[in-house]
């Protein structure tokens, strides 16, 4: 969840892996993070599509790539959650 959206997580992990594996190209191929945008992506999940149209996408999908971090159980991903650390 990021403010009022909600997506589930398994599409977050991809976004997540997504965003990922642009960091992983070779580094003098690599785009900056500042003008990369997972919309780019042709397996970005369909749900992810409307942030696309958002000035604050970019934000939103930073956000949520934290959010699936794989330190953070599933559990504790949730915002709702509370203790777990």
Do not use: T, W
Request: hydrophobic share 40%; net charge negative; with cysteine.
């Amino acid at each position: 969840q990021d403010g009022d959206l909600r997506f589930p997580l398994e599409s977050v992990k991809k976004l997540k892996e997504l965003m990922d594996g642009n960091r992983r190209i070779n580094p003098r191929m690599m785009i900056p993070m500042a003008s990369y945008s997972p919309c780019q992506e042709k397996h970005l999940p369909e749900e992810f599509r409307p942030v696309c149209k958002r000035e604050d996408a970019l934000m939103i999908f930073r956000r949520l790539s934290l959010a699936a971090e794989d330190d953070l159980c599933e559990i504790c991903a949730n915002a709702a959650c509370a203790g777990c650390f």
